[in-house]
């Protein structure tokens, strides 16, 4: 049982890295916070030094006596540079170089707007001194009252017995009152002196000092602290410290306390490189972990990096390495979740031309719970040249790669890998339909030393395997004007088919390197490979036959679509891959004419409702091989029903090496209360083990200033067995938790991440059977 709350009000704004353009389907509410007065014109920001020192002085009525004292009254509107100032009087001593401005007073600039009972401002040093005072930060939604507001020479901000907020006038759910706020127009960020937070007129909070950003800059500082409680970590503080090194560099460290494990060290430090590159180091440490019999450290190191050295060169490096299997399912990472157990390490460099590439790429990747260690990439050249319209419409390609496979274990082989692939083809494309003819030559090296495996006696030295592979794909597009429930539809009929051949040869002296059995969807029906990588090319002499229907409204919009295909073997294929040495993976290609019957279908049934399903079913043996369907009920903006099955037989257990069959259920629904309430909840069942293996619950309230969030979870729990931890067997099988989160917009926090936030915060991802308009 978790139960967990925290104030968000982080500090810590966005370093941009790189950029780049997101969708936000149900962004947070904002609010439009704007003064009670009209913005008033700026003058030419081009305009030379001598005119923006010029006063202009607007009155219904004036008196003056040269070189003494000016005195304008009524809808006094008075200007120099960028500064305005509209009153009912107006004095200006020109001895003393004072203004003095009183009645239904608005002073404004290009940062802020203040209303005040009256103004003092000496021109000699462009100061200002303002009583009663009201503010509007212009651009945000900050503002706020001042007994005494003073304006700098350099223009910026003094507050005496002050507050502000981000909410609208007359809304008081929180302000902050202040003895003293010190705003810096050129840092963009405030200085808060024995300041006291107010939530719903209730001091809940004192601080005796705190800065405050009043815009995106970033700026060094300790970040508001966060508190949670659990009966897994016990009573946890996190108080994160953020660095701002330097415009290209920042560093976030944050010691997170927990009280049943220990202290908990966290380092997020983020760089760009130059305008194109962009990275992150990661480190996380924790100490003697008292939850574990052994007291064991348990830590974390991650780095990543990307981007472009010029127009031509690429570069990405990725790499994450964990003490133990179960470290993200114990420890709140940043890097990875509980439900991720593969760490990938990647390093590459690639060169891109208009018709040709190159990349040189060293892989490595870590399963965390899992006994087999895979093949180790180091390292693999890639080169790959294009020549469309070669001669008389024919295209030309040339893929080649250079492997070099390594293990970590002594006992199992090595290889070092060369495969070209030219291919010759065809394409002819129209409205009509298209028609591609390709030939390719699939040409392998491979040079094996299995001296540290003297068992596996069945892998050669050398291999040179050699395979033509001829390849016709047809299709055709038929089009009708129809109605169905009297609605007017424009229908495809869209039918398809491939010819594959690929010659057969004995792949038994190859070692299992990085292939593996792909999945046979509709679209798989019509792929080139039955594995992917290419230490097994499975020979082929099949026809693929598709058909699909779609239905368009007269907006051009999908309504519906179904397609249907399979694919009947002239010859049984007999490449497979055994059980070895090399690979605790077993697959066997059976003997049989045709594949699983594989249909798709997505369609929205009527007005709000939509429904997706997949099925691949065995003719032969009369067998459901893999079936999923979606219903959803879709009538608004963050309104959502959706029932869901799915049905997965023989997937293998990781951890007891068993076959199991999937058979899940699931509910979830998302539903606004009102504008600023909804609820969001998931339920998804084991038909098979009869038990509920995840519940999620939760509301949200959003205002423009402010958020609650409130969810219950009851999930199973990713556990792998380690070494690392005696204890595994004692691991709870699932887990429960109640999590309170509050979030005060304007202090740093952004608000909660909304319905799709809510949606995909459980183990299964909410997806969209179809992205349809109503």
């Known amino acids: 049982m978790h139960i967990r709350y925290f104030l968000a009000l982080s500090l810590l704004p966005q370093l941009v890295l790189a950029e780049e353009t997101t969708s936000a389907p149900d962004a947070s509410i904002q609010c439009l916070v704007e003064p009670p007065v009209p913005r008033m014109a700026n003058l030419d920001p081009d305009a030379s030094e001598l005119a923006l020192q010029e006063i202009h002085i607007v009155s219904d009525r004036s008196e003056a006596q040269m070189g003494k004292q000016a005195k304008f009254n009524g809808n006094v509107s008075f200007s120099q540079g960028g500064r305005h100032i509209a009153a009912d009087e107006v004095i200006l001593d020109q001895e003393s170089e004072r203004l003095n401005a009183n009645g239904n007073l608005v002073f404004q600039d290009q940062l802020f707007t203040i209303t005040a009972d009256s103004l003092v401002a000496q021109m000699r040093d462009n100061s200002a001194i303002l009583t009663g005072a009201q503010y509007w930060l212009h651009g945000q939604q900050i503002h706020g009252d001042a007994e005494n507001l003073e304006i700098t020479p350099d223009n910026n901000l003094h507050l005496t017995k002050t507050n502000f907020t981000t909410c609208p006038p007359g809304d008081s759910s929180w302000l902050l009152e ?39 800059k970033r700026k060094s500082g300790f970040l508001f602290p966060t508190f949670s409680t659990s009966t897994t970590n016990g009573v946890e ?108 390490r990647v390093g590459e460099i690639s060169y891109f031309e208009k018709n040709w590439d190159f990349s040189a790429r060293v892989q490595d990747i870590k399963v965390l719970g899992e006994d087999e260690i895979p093949y180790q990439v180091m390292p693999q050249l890639n080169f790959n040249y294009r020549a469309p319209s070669l001669w008389s419409g024919l295209d030309f390609d040339l893929m080649s790669e250079i492997t070099n496979f390594k293990h970590q274990e002594n006992e199992f082989s090595t290889a ?93 002296n190859i070692g299992i390197y990085d292939t593996a059995q792909l999945q046979e969807d509709y679209y798989g029906l019509f792929r080139e490979r039955h594995f992917s990588g290419l230490d097994r090319i499975a020979d082929a002499n099949q ?18 679509k179904f397609s249907l295909g399979q694919i009947f073997y002239f010859q ?13 993976q077993t697959f066997t290609q059976e003997n049989t004419s045709n594949s699983v019957l594989a ?86 069942y084991d038909l098979n083990e009869s038990r509920n293996i995840e519940t999620y619950a939760g509301f949200q309230y959003e205002s423009c200033c402010w958020a609650i969030r409130l969810s219950y979870h009851y999930r199973i729990k990713t556990n792998y067995e380690d070494d690392f931890n005696p204890l595994v067997d004692d691991r709870e099988l699932f887990e429960t938790g109640i999590y309170l989160n509050f979030v005060i917009k304007g202090l ?27």
Do not use: C
């Open 178 to 216: 202040a003895e003293t706020i010190k705003i810096n127009s050129k840092e963009e960020w405030g200085e808060l002196w024995n300041a006291k937070l107010k939530i719903g007129g209730i001091p809940v909070l004192y601080i005796p000092y705190m800065t405050i950003p009043v815009s995106d």
């Open 237 to 344: 503080v996190a108080t994160p410290y953020y660095w701002n090194i330097a415009p290209e560099y920042d560093l976030t460290f944050t010691p997170h306390y927990m009280s049943a494990r220990g202290l908990f060290l966290k380092t997020d430090f983020r760089y760009l490189a130059g305008d194109s590159q962009q990275g992150q180091i990661n480190v996380e440490y924790l100490g003697k972990d008292k939850m574990l019999s052994n007291n064991a450290d348990r830590y974390l190191y991650h780095w990543q990096h990307k981007g472009a050295i010029n127009e031509n060169w690429r570069v990405l490096a990725n790499f994450t390495q964990v003490s133990d299997n179960n470290y993200f399912n114990d420890m709140n990472s940043d890097i990875h979740s509980a439900t991720d157990n593969q760490l990938s």
């Open 416 to 508: 070092t890998r060369l495969h070209i692939e030219p291919s010759i083809s065809l394409p002819i494309q129209g409205p009509a339909g298209s028609f591609t003819s390709e030939i390719k030559l699939l040409q392998t090296y491979y040079w094996q030393d299995h001296r540290g495996n003297p068992q596996n006696d069945e892998l050669d030295d050398r291999v040179s395997r050699t395979l033509p592979q001829v390849r016709i794909h047809g299709k055709v597009n038929f089009e009708r004007f129809t109605d169905y429930f009297n609605e007017n539809y424009r229908q495809t009929l869209e039918p398809q088919f491939q010819y594959l051949y690929v010659s057969y040869e004995d792949q038994s």
């Open 543 to 560: 026809m693929t036959l598709g058909l699909t229907t779609r239905l368009f409204d007269q907006h051009n919009v999908e309504k519906f």
């Open 572 to 584: 049984d294929s007999r490449v497979g891959i055994k059980e070895s040495a090399m690979s605790t």
């Open 599 to 684: 249909a798709e279908l997505s369609t929205q049934l009527y007005q709000d409702w939509y429904m997706s399903g997949a099925i691949q079913y065995d003719t032969k043996q009369s067998e459901n091989k893999k079936s999923e369907v979606t219903i959803d009920f879709r009538p608004g903006a963050n309104k959502l029903l959706q029932l869901s099955y799915r049905y997965v037989p023989d997937l293998l257990n990781t951890n007891t090496n068993e076959s199991v069959d999937i058979y899940q259920a699931g509910m979830r629904g998302a539903w606004p209360v009102s504008n600023n309430l909804y609820l969001v909840g998931n339920w998804y």
């Open 748 to 774: 740093g926090g952004s608000g909660p991440l909304g319905v799709t936030g809510m949606l995909d915060d459980g183990l299964f991802n909410y997806r969209k059977p179809l992205y349809l308009k109503n």
